[in-house]
């Protein structure tokens, strides 16, 4: 039996993850479990799972918390819990289901201690990729991406050679805008982007995936996970979202990975990697699907997904900038502050102004909280602008 650390049990990824744990009992000891403040959903996990080990972000939830956990059980606490509990707990995998900047640290902690990252958490790998592929060879860790795109091209490269790769094609749902005219898109409502048609994720994600951000973030991602440069990366919408990527061979030969848009597939492969182990997931009925299509993105319409390949091209604090920025307007964008094309329009002008910091974790974070400061200037200028009078 494996033990597992859950970063993020709180959340879309970690709940899910803790499915398939109920449907495979004796599969996954859970040793730890993290969140930031969801005290409810964290307590009932507790009494269900009975870990050793619990963290929690936010000091007064921990606090709140604390008499609730059964005796011996340890908890971590404060800003710094996640990195203390993936450093001090031992444990073969960790499922890392954080959202946004704030699961880097944590990804490092993994791997430095050399053990195995189920990585959803693209935000660490956007931020500082480079650093964490250095990191988990040097100390003998894993990368094994939970995202449904990387596990299929995971999955379609399996025992073949990256110099054998002519290109790899990234597939994207297209979100709920895919065919809305710019005038529609103008007018988008927050409640208009939190409707995915296909997957139910969490609303940063799910708001990338209607401006095709989330997409830009995984060209980054896909980039360092598997070495490949801007010329070998493609994006094609795939509205049903069944195949999950391709890679194409020198040969001309393509492989697809497909099935159901659930993400206990994925989260499932990555538990048992490299094994392939049984689930009662279903697979890809043929009959249910008449027709799977495949269009070109449009670069009007969807200006976000460009900036993932100039952060390929530009590298540095590229990632870390363009992905502060967009959590920054997202939140604007989901407050009712700004429009639903000036997160593109805020993440592109702060992208311009970055500072170029590379090296470090402590530079990346840093350019990161820079970006942050530009972003909300971006979305205050242009909050006053529409305020005022014509
Ligand atoms: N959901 C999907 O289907 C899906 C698919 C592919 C990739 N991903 C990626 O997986 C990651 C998680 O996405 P999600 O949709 O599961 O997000 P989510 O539902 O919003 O859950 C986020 C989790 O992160 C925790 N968290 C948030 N801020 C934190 C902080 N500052 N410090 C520590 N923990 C924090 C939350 O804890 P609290 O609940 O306590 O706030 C929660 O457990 C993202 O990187 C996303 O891009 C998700």
């Excluded at 935000?123 to 500082?128: C, D, F, I, K």
């Excluded at 805020?346 to 820079?370: E, F, H, K, Q, Y």
Aim: aromatic share 4%; hydrophobic share 45%; charged share 25%.
């Amino acid at each position: 039996m494996r033990s597992l650390l859950l970063l993020g049990s709180t959340g879309s990824i970690g709940r899910q993850t803790l499915d398939l744990l109920r449907a495979e009992p004796g599969s996954h000891r859970v040793i730890g479990l993290a969140a930031r403040r969801s005290i409810d959903v964290l307590g009932a996990q507790v009494d269900e799972f009975r870990p050793p080990f619990v963290a929690v972000v936010d000091e007064e939830a921990a606090e709140t918390i604390r008499p609730r956990l059964p005796a011996g059980t340890r908890l971590f606490s404060g800003p710094a819990a996640l990195e203390e509990i993936a450093l001090e707990v031992d444990y073969d995998v960790a499922v890392h289901g954080v959202v946004g900047a704030a699961g880097l640290p944590p990804s490092v902690r993994v791997l430095e201690r050399g053990k195995t990252l189920a990585l959803a958490n693209k935000e660490s790998l956007v931020m500082a990729g480079a650093l964490l592929v250095a990191l988990a060879r040097e100390h003998g860790g894993e990368i094994v991406p939970v995202d449904s795109e990387h596990s299929a091209i995971l999955q379609c490269l399996r025992g073949e050679r990256l110099d054998r790769v002519r290109r790899v094609v990234l597939t994207a749902s297209g979100g709920p805008f895919r065919s809305a005219s710019p005038e529609e898109l103008a007018r988008a409502t927050p409640a208009m982007a939190l409707r995915h048609p296909n997957w139910n994720m969490g609303p940063r994600i799910t708001v990338g995936s209607a401006t095709l951000m989330n997409k830009a973030l995984e060209v980054i991602e896909l980039h360092h996970l598997f070495g490949l440069e801007r010329e070998r990366i493609e994006v094609v919408i795939h509205p049903q979202s069944i195949v999950h990527s391709l890679v194409e061979f020198v040969d001309g030969s393509v492989i697809a990975q497909m099935g159901p848009p659930d993400m206990r597939g994925p989260i499932h492969y990555a538990l048992h990697h490299p094994d392939r182990a049984p689930s009662d997931l279903r697979g890809f009925d043929l009959s249910r699907f008449k027709s799977l299509t495949f269009e070109a993105p449009d670069p009007v319409r969807f200006p976000a997904l460009e900036l993932g390949f100039r952060c390929v091209e530009e590298g540095a604090d590229a990632g870390s900038v363009l992905n502060a920025a967009d959590e920054v307007a997202v939140e604007a964008f989901l407050q009712g502050e700004i429009g639903f094309p000036d997160i593109a329009r805020i993440n592109r002008r702060v992208l311009d102004r970055r500072p170029g910091l590379c090296g470090s974790v402590a530079d990346l974070l840093r350019a990161d909280r820079l970006a942050r400061t530009c972003a909300r200037e971006e979305v205050e200028g242009l909050g006053a602008r529409t305020r005022a009078p014509a």
